[in-house]
């Protein structure tokens, strides 16, 4: 490519990444100027430096806003783990399988998804607060080792049958079963679907909101999509600079995790087949 | 023969085999965590929910059987249609754009440039944002009477109004929303990318093949089965959309219902007008529609979608 | 599968039955008790409420209090949750829109069992009544509030207008001196914020002209023309000019307190709840006044009513009344809580509290307990009935149809009677 296609490349690129990131741009801005100039002020040119709403908004809740965010980097752990093992050995099954029934179970599977939790969560709280699971992490991260998260389930199904049988089949000839098969030969070359899973479940169960409101009743138990919706209430004046400060906060991690994750998302496949 | 051709002698279908019984055993043992999943964790509730939509619940006192009523009442009411209407358009038109700016970002940001990885976390970086409280303030920071998006256009001398408490134009800043989050199935497809071996590519470079034609012959089927995966799940998750529509209509789905997503709907019959009997079976209905748009996309997948095995 | 559907409806149906433990006035409790308090609000509040508990836990040291609180929204879709799991808090934070809800289904204690541990004397009697669901009482008032117009005297001295005198002044005045403010504003300033966003300007509006929102038998009994007249009025403003356009009307609805009209100074009059002025002073940065009602003095009784800011509910299936009317005792009576809380919960309902803390208020909170103390009201309207809790949402939607030209004003107050009256009958 010419350096005159890529100079224009770049600036396409740029151009677009600030409009994109304008939103972006404007949180850290205001999270940087007192609560009542945020609203007079629409422009992204800051005439001062105010970082207070940082440090007010760290200890505005009941614990210091970084026991929020160790709850959450706790949880988002655990499920990270959870997906990576159960989802990838559902996907085993379903890609490479023959067995009794497969494709009304993937139809089942793919159902699961499809009923919004606002209807699944009254029965579902009766369910864990039977079980005494009220309160804890339990019932957010049980389902992601027991595979409920279908998303995976299917991403990795369609990253598995995009891999030719060949492998497979001389691993097989080989003298491998399947678990050898599963471990040596799929999972090493599904990185790019691990990775997107773990990018993903980090991300996900690190902004959901409606599950970790319901189950987590203790505020020490709080995790940080909990902890930021305290600063807002539409009938008194809302702290907006801390929320906005605090957002910003519990968005670096996701970045940062973003940005050192993407490198496993571009490994390939270096070879294909012939051993 | 050539690599191309080698290509163009994979089995087009949904692939797979229909289900018999040969890896029986080594099935269970991989679909295990999963089995045990769907009985003690879905099905209890999900099985609850259904027989609840044939009730009248108001959460406080026990569940009483109405029989069909709520689904009669489905045909009557006003306010669901015109949920269902809303949901479609935001459906139809949000999906596509979506994939497209995804598809259209992934492919310039797969390789042969420098700074990749910072412009890939650019993109990415609003769907972090997407569901959470500030996105309401940010949205109509943008497309409110005095947003930047009106002061964009007054360069251009045009007067806009305000996007957002405009009835006609709210839902398509919705819209633009989940445009705008379009890095997640970026990220998909960035991934999928990876996983087209190089070989490929080289191998029709030396047939004599230009970019244009690899871009057909090789990416476009190699990569059929990620755009599938991405279509069907932004279809489902789309027709889903509550936090978006709940935050930025401060959970009304106003103006005058504009943004009244289906979802949105059923949860305040739910929880604001204690009202989960009827909601239990719009989300049944919910689920009716969603695996009926699914079973068409799977459906069509057998005509453009290249599975290697 | 069959077995354990059949125990989830099993549970759903036993979830409702389940009983208290034991009478509200029974004895205390030596044995230690944990008590579960739930609230909404901001982390102002939160951390408030979370002394007055340390407090009551050092005067009471076998009971041990357990605050759970959320934002407005999470807080009802939890409270309904735990609710139908027979896991609610024992002390529960209640609005008037939610109280009939929750009462008229058992879920609430009627707080006449419990007068061994919860005192009321120092409520009056006018503020107990707007607690009581068919005759029983089963939420006790924090605070009050009243419906008010905020003036920003900044602006109308800027412009050179003169204060209205609100003791006479009628709704045709206020369409006048909003007019002068939105000439002389020049686009920037308009005279008045657009009201038709919650019930209060509607009931203050119906009861003005005479009549009510809801019989005593929870019926929308109100009559079309009035509501006609509500929504014909809201639509004069917009059209000429005296509010500000629909759409930035509608907008500006949507947001939250500190992006209203008064609070960015674009208004210079508006309706609001007395209690609201603190905040509103804060975010506006402007001098602002609290005046009475217009159509006050032309009409035959007093449209102003007080309206509890929340109350105290005690749950029916608690397993520890006693205990959990004390608390309640303490966050209602207590001169400490007070003076922690301050008016973070509103204008206190207690007036023998309110008289107290008054010298320790600052300047726009002290305004707010003297404009209670010096408003007329007439008797509280009948509590929101059961059904109805959505009723704001349904007046909003017809008002933004009604500023958008998408229904005439007439239109609008016929199918808000039907929608609502529907919902209750639904319930």
């Given at each position: 490519m010419t350096s005159l296609r890529k100079a224009f490349k770049h600036a396409v690129l740029i151009l677009l990444a600030l409009v994109m990131l304008y939103p972006v741009l404007w949180m850290v801005v205001s999270s940087l100027r007192p609560d009542n100039e945020i609203f007079r002020r629409p422009g992204l040119i800051l005439d001062s430096l105010q970082t207070h709403n940082y440090g007010e908004g760290w200890n505005?809740?009941?614990?210091?806003?970084g026991h929020y965010l160790v709850n959450s980097a706790i949880l988002v752990l655990a499920c990270i783990i959870g997906n990576l093992v159960s989802c990838s050995m559902a996907a085993y099954a379903f890609a490479r399988l023959d067995f009794t029934g497969k494709k009304p179970w993937f139809a089942i599977m793919l159902g699961t998804i499809m009923l919004p939790i606002h209807v699944i969560i009254v029965p579902q709280y009766i369910l864990f607060s039977q079980l005494d699971w009220i309160n804890t992490f339990l019932p957010l991260v049980v389902p992601k080792f027991l595979a409920t998260d279908a998303f995976f389930v299917f991403l990795m199904v369609q990253f598995i049958r995009g891999l030719p049988r060949e492998l497979d089949e001389a691993a097989r000839i080989d003298g491998c079963g399947h678990a050898r098969i599963f471990l040596r030969i799929i999972l090493p070359l599904m990185l790019p679907a691990l990775a997107t899973t773990v990018i993903f479940t980090f991300i996900w169960t690190w902004n959901d909101f409606f599950s970790q409101l319901i189950y987590l009743t203790d505020p020490e138990m709080y995790t940080v999509p909990v902890a930021l919706r305290s600063f807002v209430d539409a009938t008194v004046s809302t702290s907006w600079g801390s929320m906005f400060a605090m957002s910003v906060v519990s968005l670096l991690p996701v970045f940062l995790a973003f940005l050192v994750g993407q490198r496993y998302l571009i490994r390939g496949i270096a070879t294909t087949g012939g051993k | 023969m050539s690599a191309l051709g080698e290509l163009q002698r994979m089995r087009r279908g949904s692939g797979g085999t229909l289900g018999g019984r040969r890896d029986n055993k080594a099935a269970f043992v991989f679909l295990l965590p999963w089995f045990a999943g769907l009985l003690l964790i879905t099905a209890g509730p999900v099985v609850a929910s259904f027989v609840l939509g044939f009730t009248d619940y108001n959460l406080i006192q026990p569940p009483v059987f109405n029989g069909l009523d709520n689904f009669t009442r489905m045909l009557g009411d006003a306010r669901l249609h015109h949920a269902l209407g809303v949901t479609l358009v935001y459906v139809v038109v949000s999906v596509p754009l979506q994939l497209a700016a995804a598809l259209g970002l992934a492919l310039l940001l797969d390789r042969g440039l420098r700074g990749l990885a910072f412009y890939r976390s650019a993109f990415y970086l609003p769907s972090l944002l997407g569901s959470s409280v500030a996105i309401a303030v940010l949205w109509k920071q943008i497309?409110?009477?005095?947003g930047l998006f009106n002061q964009f256009l007054a360069l251009f001398g045009v007067e806009g109004p305000s996007w957002i408490a405009d009835p006609d134009t709210a839902l398509s800043t919705l819209i633009v929303l989940n445009v705008w989050t379009f890095g997640a199935p970026m990220v998909i497809f960035l991934a999928g990318l990876r996983q087209i071996p190089a070989m490929y590519y080289e191998a029709a470079a030396t047939d004599g093949a230009g970019k244009w034609t690899q871009f057909r012959k090789i990416t476009i089927p190699l990569l059929s089965p990620i755009v599938f995966f991405n279509l069907v799940l932004q279809v489902i998750h789309a027709f889903q959309s509550f936090t978006q529509a709940f935050v930025v209509s401060n959970g009304t789905g106003g103006p005058s219902d504009s943004t009244l997503f289906y979802t949105l709907y059923l949860y305040r019959r739910g929880f604001a007008n204690f009202d989960m009997g009827y909601a239990s079976a719009l989300a049944w209905l919910l689920l009716v529609i969603i695996a009926g748009f699914t079973a068409v996309n799977f459906w069509a997948a057998k005509f453009w979608v290249v599975y290697d095995d | 599968m069959r077995r354990i559907a059949l125990a989830v409806a099993a549970a759903l149906m036993l979830s409702a039955c389940g009983s208290g433990g034991g009478s509200a006035d029974q004895e205390l409790s030596k044995d230690p008790v944990t008590l579960r308090f739930t609230w909404w609000g901001a982390d102002e509040r939160h951390q408030r409420t979370q002394k007055v508990i340390d407090l009551f836990q050092k005067k009471y040291p076998n009971i041990t209090v357990k605050g759970e609180f959320k934002d407005w929204n999470g807080y009802w879709e939890s409270l309904a949750t735990t609710v139908a799991a027979n896991d609610a808090p024992d002390i529960i934070q209640m609005d008037e829109l939610y109280l009939s809800s929750y009462a008229e289904r058992g879920a609430l204690l009627d707080l006449g069992t419990a007068t061994k541990y919860l005192k009321t004397a120092d409520f009056d009697k006018s503020a107990l009544d707007t607690g009581m669901v068919k005759g029983k009482l089963y939420a006790l008032p924090v605070g009050l509030a009243t419906y008010s117009i905020v003036a920003n005297t900044d602006l109308l001295d800027q412009y050179k207008i003169k204060l209205p005198d609100d003791a006479t002044w009628t709704w045709d005045d206020f369409k006048k001196i909003g007019d002068e403010v939105s000439k002389a504003g020049g686009g920037k300033v308009t005279g008045v914020q657009s009201f038709g966003f919650d019930a209060g300007s509607m009931n203050i509006w119906v009861r003005q002209h005479g009549a009510v929102l809801f019989d005593e038998a929870g019926?929308?009994?109100?009559p079309e023309n009035v509501l006609a007249g509500y929504w014909t009025y809201i639509r004069d403003l917009a059209k000429s000019g005296v509010a500000p356009a629909p759409s930035v009307t509608i907008e500006r609805a949507n947001g939250s307190l500190d992006q209203s009209g008064t609070a960015t100074n674009a208004s210079a009059l508006a309706t609001w709840w007395n209690t609201q002025i603190p905040s509103l002073a804060t975010a506006s940065g402007a001098k602002l006044k609290l005046l009475k009602l217009p159509g006050e003095s032309q009409s035959s009784s007093p449209g102003a009513y007080f309206k509890p800011s929340m109350y105290w509910s005690i749950s029916a299936r608690s397993e520890h009344p006693a205990e959990a009317a004390l608390l309640v005792d303490f966050l209602a009576n207590s001169k400490e809580t007070a003076d922690i809380m301050l008016t973070d919960r509103g204008v206190p309902a207690n007036s023998k509290i309110r008289t107290a803390i008054t010298p320790k208020l600052g300047e726009y909170d002290k305004a707010a307990a003297e404009y209670l103390d010096t408003v007329k009201v007439g008797t509280a309207p009948r509590?929101?009935?059961?059904?109805?809790?959505d009723v704001e949402a349904i007046i909003k939607r017809h008002t933004e149809e009604v500023l958008s030209d998408r229904e005439t004003p007439e239109q609008a107050a016929k199918a808000f009677i039907t929608e609502l009256q529907a919902e209750i009958d639904g319930a």
């Open positions: 505005a809740l009941s614990s210091p806003f | 497309f409110g009477a005095g | 019926k929308v009994v109100v509590v929101t009935p059961n059904g109805a809790s």
